[in-house]
């Protein structure tokens, strides 16, 4: 699974620098992707185990670059168009922990 992870978590339209505010809606089917993915219990458990889960070399600064989801939970148009899913999505991941 991890090779499938990285293919979306880690698609240029994830790496632009503006984010979801910029450029073509590409990341939406990403995310589609990831979601179909997710809602299935053992591969979503699997996830945290993966390497680009949370890199062991990686510093604060470039976290968001090179953690499996970092690129994901970089696009802050979701703080400010979205606020819901901004809270939401980060819940989730601090209640997991």
Known sequence: MEPIFNMLCFHPSLQRPEGLAG?????????????????????????????????????????EHRSLMGPLLRLGV???????????????LLTRH
């Open 78 to 92: 979701y703080n400010r168009e979205w606020v819901n899913i901004s809270l939401s999505s980060f819940w989730l």
């Open 23 to 63: 450029g073509d809606s590409a990341w939406r089917s990403i995310v589609a992707g990831l979601e179909c993915l997710v809602r299935i219990k053992g591969i979503a458990s699997t996830i945290p185990n993966l390497s680009a889960w949370c890199p062991e070399n990686a510093t604060a600064a470039d976290l």
